[in-house]
Nanobody, 123 residues
């Protein structure tokens, strides 16, 4: 499966952005999907994920602010980011994997990655 992320940009603190990740070349419903981010000088970190059955899991720092969803008909993964903070500034990546997982298992083992999209939150 090929993934292409989009929707990043520059936003003021407190604002919102919606990231999209378009999938092609595979059966979208067979993959659990995730969002990760990497800030300058830091390691890539997990943000949110959604299983093949729609169960979700979020990193603590984004709980209550971010929502993850998937549109199987359009083969698109979304990340709705509200109440953005400067510390959310990073390159955001989408990822996919065919293995089933729930809860903490949704954080790891992703074989397919898209290119990143930059999110910058100004204070």
């Amino acid at each position: 499966v090929q993934l292409q992320a989009s929707g990043g940009g520059l936003v003021q603190a407190g604002g919102s952005l919606r990231l999209s990740c378009a999938a092609s070349g595979g059966t979208f419903g067979n993959y659990r999907m995730g969002w990760f981010r990497q800030a300058p000088g830091k390691e890539r970190e997990f943000v949110a994920a959604i299983s093949q059955f729609g169960s979700t899991f979020f990193e603590d720092s984004v709980k209550g602010r971010f929502t993850i969803s998937r549109d199987s008909a359009k083969k698109i993964l979304y990340l709705q980011m509200n109440t953005l903070k400067p510390e959310d500034t990073a390159v955001y990546y989408c990822a996919a994997d065919p293995r089933y997982a729930v809860g903490l298992g949704l954080k790891t083992w992703y074989d397919y990655w898209g290119q990143g999209t930059q999110v910058t939150v100004s204070s």
